[in-house]
C-alpha cells in the first residue's frame, strides 16, 4: 500500500459522568442541533432522481457563498447522517474538528474531507476519507456507529453522496471497528487495483466484509468515534 499510515483525529464527542474523560468531551445533551440548523437553509428537503432514491436538494450556490470549501452533501436514508461535507486544507487540516459550517467556533465541527485527499482529487480522489463526530443525542456520524451490527448495515448498505457536479452513488462494502492509536489510513490509493488491494487487506486484518467488488475506481472511508474504549474508531467503507 502506497502512502504513510495517517493517524486518526479525535472525532469523539460523549456526555462524561463528572469529567472529562480519555479522548471524550464534556457536552450537554442535543447541543449539536445549531450545527445542522447552520446548512439546512441551504437543503430544501429531498429530490427523487431516476433511481426513485431521496437525494439531498442542495442548494449548491448558497452552500458556497457561506463557506467555499463546501465539498458535498451526504445522506444516508433511516439514519440522522444528513449534513454539508467541507473540504479540510492543508495549512488548516483540523479547522472542523471544532467549527461549524458558517465557520463558528462549536466543539460540534462539522463533517469533512481530510486534507490530504485534496492533493489528490478531493471529493473525486480514488480515496476519500470523511470524519464526522459522534454526538450522545444521535446527531452528525453517530449512526455510523452503528454499522458494527450486520443487520444494521444490510439495511442501510446505500449512502447518496451529492457534489455540485453529480450524484454519487456509494454501495457499502466493509465495516472495520479499530484503536486508533495502532491503526491507520492510507494518505492516498493510486486507482482500482491499489483499492482492491487494500479491500483485501481490511479483510485480513478482520474488518466485516458485506461485499467483495472489484475494478471501482473510488473508496469512500466515512470515521467516527465508538465507544468501546478510549480512541476507537469505527470506518465504514464503501464504493463508488
Known amino acids: ?3 504513510k499510515p495517517l493517524r486518526l483525529p479525535l472525532i469523539c464527542l460523549a456526555l462524561a459522568a463528572a469529567a472529562l474523560v480519555a479522548s471524550a468531551l464534556l457536552i450537554p445533551y442535543g447541543s449539536g442541533a ?3 440548523a447552520s446548512t439546512r437553509t441551504f437543503a430544501g428537503g429531498t429530490v427523487a432522481a431516476g433511481d426513485g432514491r431521496p437525494w439531498p436538494n442542495a442548494h449548491w450556490d448558497g452552500l458556497m457563498r457561506v463557506n467555499p470549501d463546501t465539498a458535498a ?3 444516508i436514508e433511516g439514519t440522522a447522517v444528513d449534513y454539508a461535507v467541507v473540504q479540510a486544507a492543508p495549512d488548516d487540516p483540523d479547522r472542523y474538528l471544532h467549527r461549524d459550517f458558517a465557520g463558528n467556533r462549536t466543539p460540534y ?3 469533512y474531507v481530510d486534507a490530504d485527499c485534496l492533493e489528490h482529487g478531493g471529493i473525486d480522489a480514488p480515496l476519500v476519507i470523511i470524519y464526522g463526530h459522534h454526538l450522545i443525542n444521535g446527531e452528525m456520524f453517530s449512526d455510523l456507529a452503528r454499522y458494527s451490527d450486520g443487520e444494521f448495515a444490510r439495511e442501510h448498505r446505500f449512502i447518496l453522496l451529492e457534489t ?3 450524484r454519487k452513488l456509494l454501495k457499502t ?3 472495520a471497528v479499530v484503536d486508533a492509536n495502532r491503526t491507520g489510513l492510507p494518505r492516498s490509493l493510486d486507482g482500482p487495483a491499489a483499492i482492491d488491494g487494500y479491500l483485501a ?3 485480513e486484518n478482520g474488518a466485516a466484509m458485506m461485499e467483495r467488488k472489484e475494478g471501482y475506481d473510488q473508496l469512500y472511508c466515512f470515521v ?3 465507544y468501546g474504549s478510549s480512541n476507537e474508531r469505527t470506518l465504514v467503507f464503501a464504493l463508488h
Open 34 to 36: 445549531a450545527t445542522a
Open 224 to 226: 467516527t468515534c465508538s
Open 109 to 111: 465541527g462539522c463533517p
Open 201 to 203: 487487506e481490511l479483510e
Open 173 to 175: 462494502v466493509a465495516v
Open 164 to 166: 455540485p457536479q453529480e
Open 1 to 3: 500500500m502506497r502512502g
Open 73 to 75: 452533501w451526504v445522506r
